[in-house]
């Protein structure tokens, strides 16, 4: 449970690691979409390699896979019309969080995007007792250009640095304990249970990815985001591989 824990606070880190970068000197915009690109070619890696193929070996047949698939599209979806009704629809838009997004709102949008990653994570431990490398890559490298541009958006309205630093700590925290509870309440889980969960975390990363990576992506970095998507999705594969 610790080592998930632990794992899961890792990848979160980069959420304060990103408002430190957005403070002392942050990239232009094209740098940022080209960033943003190679995690969302890492993420989807992942999402094909590490839990969706995970999910199905688990259960055996493709039934549960689907569904989890599909719900945690559907969940994803719900909670992100949710929170674009609170004022954060582009919260990965990296020209900043607009200003009158509140802290709060905020921390939802990040732990909505977060928390599957994180809990997968968790999983993953419980699964193969080792966390898996090109997963954590995705999540760590795709939390930071989140994370620069709401720091900027943050700062602008008027929020002091220890209060940024400590809504990124509280989220990462939150992150480690999702990475802890599904290690946890997963545990003894049927086969059935655990292929439904790793898919359902996949379809909810994989419609964060379309929706919201890729596109900011293009518009930043333009058609470079599409070769430095397919360099993101090889060096997660080639992980992948390695550690198969």
Same mark, same amino acid.
């Given at each position: ?14 959420? #304060?690691? @990103? ?15 080209? #960033? ?17 193929? *995970? ?5 055996? *047949? ?5 569904? @989890? ?6 969940? /994803? ?21 607009? *200003? ?6 905020? %921390? ?18 419980? *699964? ?10 995705? #999540?760590? %490298? ?8 709401? =720091?900027?958006?943050?700062?602008a309205g008027g929020w002091s640095l220890g209060r940024v630093y400590g809504l990124w ?14 290690? #946890? ?25 379309? =929706? ?20 993101? /999705? ?11």
């Amino acid at each position: 449970m610790l080592e998930a824990g632990l794992w899961g606070l890792i990848a979160a880190s980069s959420l #304060v690691l @990103g408002a430190t970068i957005a403070e002392a000197r942050p990239p232009g915009r094209r740098v940022l979409g080209l #960033v943003m690109a190679f995690g969302a070619g890492v993420l989807l890696s992942a999402v094909s390699f590490e839990l969706v193929e *995970q999910a199905a070996k688990t259960s055996g *047949q493709l039934g549960s896979t689907f569904f @989890g698939l599909f719900v945690g599209a559907i969940v /994803f979806t719900a909670g992100d019309l949710m929170i674009s009704r609170l004022g954060y629809a582009e919260r990965k838009d990296l020209d900043g969080a607009p *200003q009158e997004a509140g802290g709060l709102t905020i %921390v939802v949008g990040a732990l909505l995007d977060g928390i599957p990653e994180s809990a997968v994570l968790g999983l993953t431990v419980l *699964q193969t007792g080792d966390v898996g490398i090109a997963l954590l890559v995705a #999540v760590f %490298v795709s939390n930071v250009p989140e994370a620069i541009a709401a =720091t900027a958006g943050l700062r602008a309205g008027g929020w002091s640095l220890g209060r940024v630093y400590g809504l990124w700590t509280a989220i990462a925290v939150s992150s480690a304990l999702a990475a802890a509870a599904g290690f #946890v309440l997963l545990d003894g889980a049927s086969p059935d249970v655990l292929a439904f969960m790793f898919a359902f975390a996949g379809g909810a990363m994989l419609t964060m990815v379309s =929706t919201s990576m890729t596109p900011e992506a293009f518009e930043h970095a333009g058609r470079a985001a599409g070769l430095m998507t397919v360099l993101g /999705f090889a060096v997660a594969f080639g992980i992948n591989w390695l550690e198969a």
